[in-house]
């Protein structure tokens, strides 16, 4: 059985950097591509962006110039780096893996961590 | 990017009842369409995939369809640990975009 579980600080000061890191567990890394979503207290979902095992990467283009995804297969890790945060970017943080069918190009999301809640304050 | 909404946004039943929740997208997505269940405080779960297609250990009282922009989650039988919030989610192109939710209720 395939999981997930994101951790980081779950305090972040206003301007400064978010960096959480995803551990995958009972499967590998590889040949799959790993989103983070993010969700405000009480709103709805946002995809933040993709890192495919190999290492290329779709970010999400509201976030594009503030966020980085990248990868560690040796550590079945995936991190996510989310610069000059703002009260705005207080959410909880998802890891998922998102299976992909490459005949169809149809993908979705079957494996989710818990989740992490992120506060950005002072 | 493509623009998901559900309706309604709430809705009130009672266990046993047949409900359906819809969502439009505001162009047409082919069948990648997505449907998610999220308790409070825990992570979504996937539902149905391509539409209508129930996801590995899904109770077959979900069913989901549509293609193009109109799109249906159906619970044929309501149970208690269904009364929750539901988002669509298309993954026909990037960012993949989700509905705002609809949270079924208990009447």
């Known amino acids: 059985q395939v999981q997930l579980q994101e951790s980081g600080p779950g305090l972040v000061k206003p301007s400064e950097t978010l960096s959480l890191t995803c551990t995958v567990s009972?499967?590998?890394?590889?040949?799959?591509?790993w989103s983070w979503i993010r969700q405000p207290p009480e709103k709805g979902l946002e995809w933040i962006g993709y890192?495919?095992?190999?290492?290329?990467?779709n970010y999400n283009p509201s976030l594009k110039s503030r966020v980085t995804i990248s990868v560690d297969t040796s550590k079945n890790q995936l991190s996510l780096k989310l610069s000059s945060v703002t009260a705005a970017d207080t959410a909880v943080y998802y890891c998922?893996?998102?299976?992909?069918?490459?005949?169809?190009?149809?993908?979705?999301?079957?494996?989710w961590g818990q989740g992490t809640l992120v506060i950005v304050a002072s | 990017d493509i623009q998901m909404t559900q309706s309604p946004s709430s809705l009130s039943a009672s266990v046993g009842d047949r409900i359906t929740i819809t969502c439009r997208a505001s162009?047409?997505?082919?069948?990648?369409l997505n449907w998610y269940q999220q308790k409070p405080g825990k992570a979504p779960k996937l539902l149905i995939y391509?539409?209508?297609n129930l996801q590995n250990g899904v109770p077959s009282r979900f069913s989901g369809s549509g293609s193009g922009a109109d799109f249906t989650l159906t619970i044929s039988s309501l149970q208690p640990e269904d009364f929750t919030t539901y988002y669509c989610?298309?993954?026909?192109?990037?960012?993949?975009?989700f509905g705002q939710g609809t949270k079924v209720e208990i009447k």
């Open positions: 998922a893996r998102e299976y992909y069918y490459d005949i169809d190009g149809y993908s979705k999301f079957d494996y």
């Open positions: 391509v539409a209508s």
């Open positions: 009972g499967g590998s890394i590889s040949s799959y591509y």
């Open positions: 989610q298309q993954s026909y192109n990037t960012p993949w975009t």
């Open positions: 890192i495919y095992y190999s290492g290329s990467t």
């Open positions: 162009q047409s997505i082919g069948n990648y």
